[in-house]
């Protein structure tokens, strides 16, 4: 008997909403240098890590929009940044040849810090009032400090969530 | 991250459709879009017992985290909390002086005292969501009264304002946000802009008086030596370097090289001179509070945060103020909906 979760849609909602909980009360309550994590972020970029960049972006647009339904920053914007990182992510991840540890930390430290640019960039297109200097930065290192170390974990649970996609055998 | 990904799939076509989708989505919020907001007001009134639970489960965990990322500052805070305590009890008699002379002054100026504002008490059952998105969650929604605009406070001072409201919850933007605005007072100055700068960051004041490399152009009316009255238009132009504590009214003193030759009958320079009002002077711990003029969103009178620098960069004739919040944005856990219309929203 198929379980319900064998459903890759139902196990990335259900992802999404267990991370968008911990984002909403875990995540405020742990800053530093008024800075946080950005859980929807990291999953966003696990799924392109696990599932390549074009079943990764559209679970970064999903991750994205649930984010964006109980944030008060212009509706679809978290969507946007995240599917096009993920895929940005994904597609780089399939050009390097051999990951080391210290390649794959670096370089998910590099598309947290670029995904940061282009939310604070496309934010102030979108008539969102511009982030200090400063404070761009601090986020953008607390950030990638913060993915850097919850990435395993991500990456575990995002194997779960895309686990029909990653068995079936490469084309 | 280590692993592999097994699918290679690299659609453009996805791509694309995903940027027009989120170019959608970004489009009907842009326009107001009834949906949008719909939807986000019913996610927001489910997601609040959620919220509201894993809240107040996660809440120790903040003790934990501020213990191992802040000790030093928490150590820090501790012992100049003792030492207020210790200045605090010493002016204790003070104070109650102070405060009947505070009831007079305040009614000198047409200042109510306390506001008749009717309000409502909040908890905060979420936090900052996001490093874009100053805004904290309360258990008070539309159906307590609730509406957009209204400011929160604590018995600090200002907090933020509602800034979106579901029936049983709502999200207010905190003052530090900057998309964060409030007219406010500075000592004499009544009519400046205060702006947030993002969380940690002090808030800045525009200063609406603020001095600046000014041509004026003056009438004075001046009297010779020998009694005959004689009007002159002098065109003055002046440096005002610094309005910062200490300095006196301005002179501008006419007859210069750039003013027109003006004499007397007899032939000796007419000297006129002008007095001109002083920019406002702000100093360091000033008390910054709310205008509550006209078109302001917030009553009078409301503490936002004390000066903490007056600095007037080189080569600009302008000051820049910045103020520390007056309320910890940072624990906050019980706040006050004031259910206030500013004067031009009422019926």
């Known amino acids: ?171 | 991250m280590g692993s592999r990904p097994r699918i290679a799939g690299r659609s453009r076509r996805t791509l694309i459709l995903l940027v027009l989708a989120s170019i959608t989505a970004l489009t009907l919020d842009a326009r107001g879009s009834s949906v949008v907001d719909g939807l986000r007001s019913t996610i927001a009134d489910l997601m609040r017992p959620v919220t509201d639970a894993f809240g107040s489960l996660f809440s120790p965990v903040e003790d934990v985290w501020n213990g191992v990322f802040r000790y030093n500052d928490l150590e820090s805070e501790n012992a100049k909390l003792r030492e207020q305590l210790d200045t605090y009890k010493g002016r204790e008699a003070v104070i109650a002086g102070s405060e009947a002379e505070m009831q007079r002054l305040y009614a000198l100026v047409n200042l109510p005292f306390a506001a008749d504002i009717p309000s409502s008490v909040a908890n905060v059952i979420g936090g900052r969501p996001s490093n874009f998105d100053q805004t904290i969650q309360l258990d008070r929604g539309s159906a307590d009264g609730v509406k957009v605009g209204y400011p929160v406070v604590t018995g600090g001072g200002l907090v933020g304002r509602v800034e979106r409201v579901s029936r049983h919850s709502c999200f207010v933007r905190l003052l530090d946000d900057p998309a964060f605005t409030a007219g406010v007072t500075i000592g004499a100055d009544n009519s400046s802009l205060l702006v947030g700068q993002g969380t940690g960051q002090p808030l800045l004041v525009e200063l609406a008086n603020k001095p600046r490399l000014a041509a004026a152009t003056d009438s004075t009316s001046t009297t010779g030596p020998d009694g005959a009255g004689a009007t002159t238009t002098t065109a003055v132009s002046t440096s005002i370097a610094s309005s910062v504590a200490g300095q006196g009214a301005t002179t501008i003193a006419g007859g210069g090289s750039a003013a027109p030759d003006v004499t007397n009958p007899d032939g000796t320079p007419v000297s006129t001179t002008t007095t001109v009002p002083e920019p406002p002077v702000i100093t360091r711990g000033m008390v910054v509070l709310t205008s509550g003029l006209d078109v302001s969103l917030y009553p009078k009178g409301i503490p936002v945060g004390t000066v903490t620098t007056v600095v007037s960069p080189p080569g600009s004739g302008n000051l820049a103020v910045t103020v520390e919040p007056a309320v910890d944005l940072g624990r906050l856990s019980v706040v006050k909906i004031l259910l206030y219309d500013p004067p031009d929203a009422r019926p």
């Open chain 1, 1 to 171: 008997m198929r379980s319900i979760l064998d459903s890759v849609a139902l196990r990335t909602a259900l992802v999404a909403i267990v991370v968008l909980i911990l984002q909403l009360t875990l995540v405020p309550n742990m800053q530093i240098a008024g800075a946080s994590a950005d859980l929807m972020l990291l999953f966003a970029l696990a799924a392109a890590t696990t599932a390549g960049p074009d079943v990764g972006a559209k679970i970064a647009f999903v991750y994205g929009l649930v984010f964006d339904l109980m944030l008060q920053t212009p509706f679809g914007l978290s969507a946007l940044v995240y599917a096009l990182a993920a895929y940005m992510f994904g597609g780089a991840l399939l050009s390097i040849s051999r990951t080391s540890w210290r390649v794959t930390a670096l370089s998910v430290a590099l598309a947290t810090a670029a995904a940061v640019g282009l939310y604070a960039l496309l934010a102030r297109v979108f008539g969102e009032p511009w982030m200090t200097p400063g404070r761009m930065v601090r986020v953008m290192l607390v950030e990638a400090a913060f993915n850097v170390f919850l990435a395993p974990i991500a990456v575990k649970v995002s194997e779960w969530t895309t686990a029909d996609l990653t068995h079936r055998p490469a084309r």
